[in-house]
């Protein structure tokens, strides 16, 4: 339901109080700055908005419309973000076209506790997951800028991301004409959220006149009855937009603390329930070799060696030509982060040329695909480096098995993704005191994890692989 601004004004001083100086909304003016003074509703208390993100198609988000552009004008909102939150978070104020078309400002909560501006380089100021930071914006269309203020300290001063003459394929979008819209949102269409973030205090005011501020809307969100949906149109009550998605009612006595995120639990091939010899693509439905033909190539489940139980999987290069790849797919594909786990046992008598395992995306281990990479050279263990290069990480023995586990993060500020290499226990993240890195994150983030030995130019290289393990992998019992 869309509110007149009187009518507005009228519902804001009936049901959240009136905190004006005088009968017509007016505010005095702050001598310090000559701007109309804005006052203050105070830090938030009792009931206030949940936000969540429980589709797949959808984001919780609480979207106020104005009734008509505010071309000069300030906004304020506490928004808490809480623990353990891996999404962004947005307060975002919109032109008239109300979409991403004519965001005027973005205010972005990122789950280190950056807070960042769309299209600003750099973090702009920090926020503590967990507590309240409240988000004050001001704009003037006469001057194209707006000025962020986080917990009442000033930010700085900014121009807006679009403008009147902002073209859009080629045909000039439908002006600004003020601030239309104002929303807080958690996430993006595409995730999904286990926490919720709150919100509450929302206040919009005209300061268009230098001596006084009008109050155009404001909410404390103690009108609703608890569990309220605000994205349930109901003509008496809501003054909230239909953008409003998975945004309910709640009460600061419901709120609980968080429960900090657990990894998943890995899955694990120990290679025992296949049988004895038989070639892997056969006998799984998970592994999977486009190179080990069972006649010059071999991918077997052998009881030679084993970590775990009594049989393990043994690769073969026997063909001058090629060598044997298997890969398992990781079940949601690229995964921008992980790790992989693989138990290796590399026989003194098998030893010819290296042994790898493989993170990329190319079931046959392609160069051209692949994101980093760890080889098992003569007597020592190697990291294939952002430069392509093989860097020495340590030594290691032959005939013992020797667990390797790959861990990759998120691109950082570098652009890059960090990667840990694990070796029986002990950590390495740099070499020499270098970082390491994947070597070709521009292929894009790794779906599948490879074992391979040999090269498609030598024969007699043959070792074992076990314990195969990692939360990425599809689990059978699912």
């Known amino acids: 339901m869309k509110q007149t601004l009187a009518t507005t004004i009228l519902l804001s001083f009936i049901l959240t109080g009136c905190n004006s100086s005088s009968s017509d909304g007016s505010k005095p003016t702050d001598p310090g700055t000559g701007l109309p003074e804005i006052p203050e509703m105070g830090d938030p208390a009792g009931q206030r908005v949940a936000l969540s993100d429980v589709r797949d198609d959808q984001s919780g988000q609480l979207f106020y419309q104005l009734e008509q552009g505010l071309t000069k004008g300030e906004a304020s909102v506490y928004v808490l973000y809480p623990e353990y939150e891996t999404e962004d978070v947005a307060v975002t104020l919109y032109g008239s076209t109300l979409d991403s078309k004519q965001r005027i400002i973005d205010v972005q909560f990122k789950e280190n506790g950056d807070i960042k501006l769309r299209d600003v380089d750099g973090v702009i100021s920090t926020h503590t997951p967990g507590e309240w930071t409240k ?13 962020l ?3 009442d300290l000033e930010i700085g001063s900014y121009d807006f991301l679009v403008n009147e003459a902002k073209e859009d394929d080629g045909e000039t979008t439908k002006p600004l004409d003020g601030v239309h819209g104002i929303a807080v949102k958690l996430s993006d269409n595409a995730g999904e959220s286990a926490y919720e973030t709150y919100v509450d205090n929302l206040s919009i005011y005209d300061i268009t006149d230098s001596t006084e501020a009008v109050l155009v809307f404001e909410d404390d969100y103690e009108r609703y009855s608890l569990g309220e ?7 008496n009550v809501h003054l909230y937009s239909d953008k409003t998605k998975q945004a309910v009612i709640v009460d600061s006595d419901d709120e609980t603390d968080p429960e900090e995120p657990t990894d998943p639990e890995p899955v694990v091939d120990d290679f025992e329930s296949y049988s004895l010899d038989e070639q892997i693509d056969t006998a799984s439905n998970y592994l999977y070799t486009t190179t080990a033909n069972g006649m010059t190539t071999f991918a077997t489940i052998s009881n030679d060696f084993a970590e775990s139980g009594e049989q393990s999987l043994r690769l073969s290069d026997e063909d001058a030509s090629t060598k044997p790849v298997v890969s398992r797919a990781f079940a949601e594909g690229a995964a921008t982060s992980g790790s992989v786990t693989s138990k290796v046992y590399i026989p003194t008598e098998g030893y010819d ?13 392609s160069s051209g695909s692949r994101f980093t990479e760890v080889v098992f050279a003569s007597s020592t263990i190697k990291f294939r480096d952002e430069n392509t290069a093989q860097v020495n990480i340590e030594e290691y023995s032959k005939d013992t098995w020797v667990s390797v586990t790959i861990s990759w993060g998120e691109e950082d500020d570098t652009g890059k993704h960090p990667i840990t290499v694990n070796i029986d226990g002990t950590d390495y993240t740099e070499i020499e005191g270098v970082p390491m890195y994947a070597e ?16 498609g130019s030598s024969v007699a290289t043959y070792s074992y692989f076990d314990d195969l393990s990692s939360s990425l992998f599809e689990d059978p019992a699912e």
Do not use: F, Q, R
Request: aromatic share 8%; charged share 20%; glycine share 8%.
């Open 135 to 147: 988000v004050t914006v001001s704009w003037d269309e006469a001057t194209e800028e707006s000025t």
């Open 149 to 151: 203020s986080i917990n």
């Open 440 to 455: 070709n994150a521009g292929a894009g983030a790794p779906t599948l994890m490879a074992l391979y030995v040999g090269d």
């Open 229 to 235: 949906d605000l994205s349930i149109p109901d003509e």
């Open 353 to 365: 040329k290296s042994t790898y395992i493989y993170l990329g995306n190319s079931e046959s281990a």
